[in-house]
């Protein structure tokens, strides 16, 4: 079956350093991602999406970059804070729409002060 | 807050009793979910209402049984469950036709 799944499962970064959190899919024909944050004893919450049509996507402080060649989907966020120190996990879905995403397992980001 | 709310949001329950979880959203939305989130895995999707009907049954067990009066209200029902039913279950929403789903901060269940 299809499956979404990260490089990682954990990334410590330097306060103030980039990160980059990777995601890996296998269907090619998925059409729509999401990058969420989901910090202890929370839920997941939306961080930002792209379209297959598109490349890049910029937000505050991070960015979203897609390659289809290699069905790789990165995120980016610039000048880390305490505040990064997350679980991330990407989520995709073929048929942007339909209301049914699949989500990898996550990347455990902690930033060290 | 992302205007999804879940209560309680700790339950420990017995397997013999029965019990609810009860979601909320204030956002206008019309399709909202329900999700298991177990340690070390992927969020499993369990049920799905679109427009107050179920559009998505993930081949879940019976003991657990959805209830969406209304768009803005989503029930998830109890009742005897396993000590591997132990999770956090996540409820989320998104307007109808896209796939931007918000969550809500979960409930956190254990079964004893």
């Known amino acids: 079956g299809e499956s979404v799944g990260l490089h990682l499962p954990t990334l410590s970064v330097q306060e103030g350093d980039n990160s980059i959190i990777n995601c890996a899919y296998s269907?090619?024909?998925?059409?729509?991602f999401i990058w969420y944050k989901q910090e202890s004893g929370k839920g997941p919450q939306f961080i930002i999406d792209?379209?297959?049509?598109?490349d890049k996507r910029q937000g505050q402080r991070v960015t979203v970059l897609l390659n289809k060649t290699v069905k790789h989907l990165s995120l980016q966020i610039a000048a880390t804070q305490p505040g990064d120190s997350a679980v991330y996990f990407c989520?995709?879905?073929?048929?942007?729409?339909?209301?049914?995403?699949?989500f990898g397992t996550g990347t455990r980001l902690t930033i060290i002060p | 807050e992302t205007g999804v709310t879940q209560t309680p949001r700790h339950l420990v329950m017995g397997m013999t009793n029965k019990k609810s979880l009860k979601c909320e959203q204030h956002?206008?939305?019309?399709?909202m979910y329900w999700y298991k989130q177990s340690a070390k895995k992927p969020l499993e999707l369990m049920f799905v209402?679109?427009?107050?009907?179920?559009?998505e049954n993930n081949s879940v067990p019976s003991r657990f049984s959805p209830e969406c009066p209304n768009s803005s209200h989503l029930f998830l029902h109890l009742h005897t469950l396993q000590p591997e039913d132990s999770a956090l279950y996540l409820c989320?929403?998104?307007?109808?036709?896209?796939?931007?789903?918000?969550f809500g901060p979960g409930t956190r269940l254990t079964v004893l």
């Open positions: 989520a995709e879905t073929p048929n942007f729409g339909n209301e049914k995403l699949t």
């Open positions: 269907n090619s024909a998925s059409d729509y």
């Open positions: 209402y679109s427009l107050e009907e179920r559009v």
């Open positions: 989320a929403s998104s307007p109808q036709g896209t796939d931007t789903q918000y």
């Open positions: 956002l206008g939305h019309n399709a």
């Open positions: 792209i379209r297959s049509n598109m």
